[in-house]
C-alpha cells in the first residue's frame, strides 16, 4: 500500500490547503473529493490509467514476482498533467 500514500496524502494536502480551520470538520463535498481517488490518474511504466485500473497491474506483478515469472513490481507515479 506504500506505493499509493502519496496520491492520498496529495489529495489531504488538498483538503488542508482549501479549508485550514484548525476544527475542520469533513463535509459531504469533502468525502466525495476523497473518494474521487480511484479515479486519479497515474502512471504504470508508459501507460496512465486510473488508479483503480492500475493497481490490478500492481497486484498482478506482484503475484508474478511470488510465482517467480517476473522479478520487478509495477508501482505507480503521480501523473503531472
Known amino acids: 500500500m506504500e506505493p499509493y500514500r502519496p ?4 489529495l489531504v494536502y ?3 490547503q ?3 480551520d484548525e476544527n475542520m470538520l469533513l463535509t459531504t463535498e469533502d ?8 479515479t486519479v490518474d497515474a502512471i504504470y511504466g ?6 483503480m485500473v492500475g493497481l ?3 497486484t ?9 515469472k517476473k522479478r ?4 505507480p507515479e503521480l501523473h503531472q498533467p
Not at 468525502?31 to 480511484?38: D, T, V
Not at 498482478?60 to 517467480?68: E, I, R, T, V, W
Open 56 to 58: 490490478s497491474h500492481t
Open 60 to 68: 498482478k506483478s506482484l503475484a508474478d514476482c511470488f510465482q517467480g
Open 46 to 51: 508508459k501507460r496512465k490509467s486510473p488508479l
Open 31 to 38: 468525502k466525495h473529493h476523497l473518494l474521487s481517488l480511484a
Open 7 to 10: 496520491f492520498v496524502d496529495n
Open 14 to 16: 488538498q483538503l488542508h
Open 18 to 20: 482549501k479549508d485550514q
Open 72 to 75: 520487478k513490481i509495477v508501482y
